[in-house]
């Protein structure tokens, strides 16, 4: 099993920046895919990015390319998702989870973190 705890969110005016991290518990949390994910009120969550196991790959959706950043230390089982510049339509509740199996499929998920960016 598989734990996962983000901290970090907040309250930021457009334009700002946030670092997000999400801890994980585990021994083999250097093995997984890691991926950030968002949902905003009355809409469907939507995928941010995902960092490959080894931190060498990163991929983002277009929403966020060039302005968000996902990196990670296996030594601390910590990924952080890096937002600068951000919009009020980056407000969302944002997610860390797991791909353990290297596979698309994320089977574990942290509780969520609120960032609200106000205009």
């Known amino acids: 099993q598989v734990q996962l705890v983000e901290s970090g969110g907040g309250l930021v005016q457009a334009g700002g920046s946030l670092r997000l991290s999400c801890v994980a518990s585990g021994r083999t949390f250097s093995r997984y895919v890691m991926g950030w994910f968002r949902q905003a009120p009355g809409k469907e969550r939507e995928f941010v990015g995902r960092?490959?196991?080894?931190?060498?790959?990163?991929y983002y959706a277009d929403s966020v390319k060039g302005r968000f950043t996902i990196s990670r230390d296996n030594a601390k089982n910590t990924v952080y998702l890096q937002m600068d510049s951000l919009k009020p339509e980056d407000t969302a509740v944002y997610y860390c989870?797991?791909?353990?199996?290297?596979?698309?499929?994320?089977?574990?998920w942290g509780q969520g973190t609120q960032v609200t960016v106000s205009s």
């Open positions: 960092i490959s196991w080894s931190g060498s790959i990163t």
């Open positions: 989870a797991a791909d353990p199996n290297v596979n698309g499929k994320y089977n574990y």
